[in-house]
């Protein structure tokens, strides 16, 4: 099978999936807590500004764009399903994954995944950002480019994923540092390039931030708009590193322990097979620390730590990275990594499917 059609195939196994798990979800259409006339679209009917308010000047392009602003039932999660897989798609690629089984599993663990749940009950932000996954992914394949031109598309893909929902950076920077283990750089200059497009992706958003609220359209008393002072980052390091292995067994609604725990081991073993080296040591750094980015960022860290829906990119992927990983060691371990992908992967579909249907009835 050539490439395009792996890739199509695997578009249609993740996208069938994700409508499958989420069936329940999709045709009753939960609500949130302030959906209902976004949804009827006639006291309010979404528009491209309607996020500047906390400075995410990127929430709802899709919306307006595809329906007019309305948030429509099961063709608005449709249609955010389908951004989310084409993301997934994006992602094995820019990891350079070649197996089908590591294929598979790395775009299904982080798809269906209980911390979807923590969007699903918003449905009036899920087109957006489900593409933002597509956003991110698309982005760090472009930055492997040589040339200026695909380096400035990556920084508008980040800019944009970033203006719709910040604490996608846990994702970029995350996947970024996973790359690197999976595919090491020949030259450490091609790592480097990459990471300084991110890097000035990330100033290019803190310049928007400022000048949108220079010309006074963010609200900078929002907790979304509050930065940490350096003195209270500098204060609070040990808090997070704390929170950065505690989450991985503090339970939450649909993630018990028996889904932490089977993701926690994914994550040990993986590191246990791949930290080898200092570099290797750093980039793990990178990717264990992104993963509380956004608590360690905010001023109101509560606001964040343990957070599903900041969960969705952080600790997800830190998940689909160590399979991936895992998939990629020798034959014993890599037998080991599958039944564990595929145990943590059953468990997932139990508790963000089957559970939902004992909650709700």
Known sequence: MNKKSADISLFILVFGALNLTFLFYEITFFWGNHDWDWVKGTTQVLQLNTGLFEGRYAKFILNVVLFGGQILPLL?????FAFLAVGQVLLVNYWGLKSSSSRILTALIPALSPFILGWLFFPINILGNFSAVALVAGGLILTEKTDVWHKIAAVICFITALGVYPSVMEMLLL?????QILLPPTQTKQMFSSLMVIIAALIAFKLILLGLNQ???????????QTASLSDMFSRLP????????QMFVTLPFLPFSLKGAGGL???????????????????????????????????????????????????????????????QKKLYRNLGLVLGILYL????????????????
């Open 76 to 80: 608005n999660t449709i249609t955010a």
């Open 346 to 361: 059953l468990t997932s579909v139990k508790h963000g499917n089957i559970h939902q249907y004992k909650v709700r009835f």
């Open 266 to 328: 994914l994550v040990v073993l993986a590191f246990y097979l791949s930290a080898r080296n200092l570099k290797t040591l750093l980039l793990w750094s990178i990717m264990l620390g992104a993963t509380v980015l956004s608590t360690f960022l905010t001023a109101v860290p509560e606001e964040t730590a343990y957070m599903p829906r900041v969960n969705f990119y952080g600790l997800n992927y830190l998940y689909a990275a160590a399979i991936a990983i895992l998939l990629k």
């Open 175 to 179: 996947c970024w540092a996973a790359r």
């Open 215 to 225: 010309a006074g359209l963010v609200y900078m008393g929002h907790y979304n708009m």
């Open 239 to 246: 808090q997070t590193i704390t929170l950065m292995f505690s």
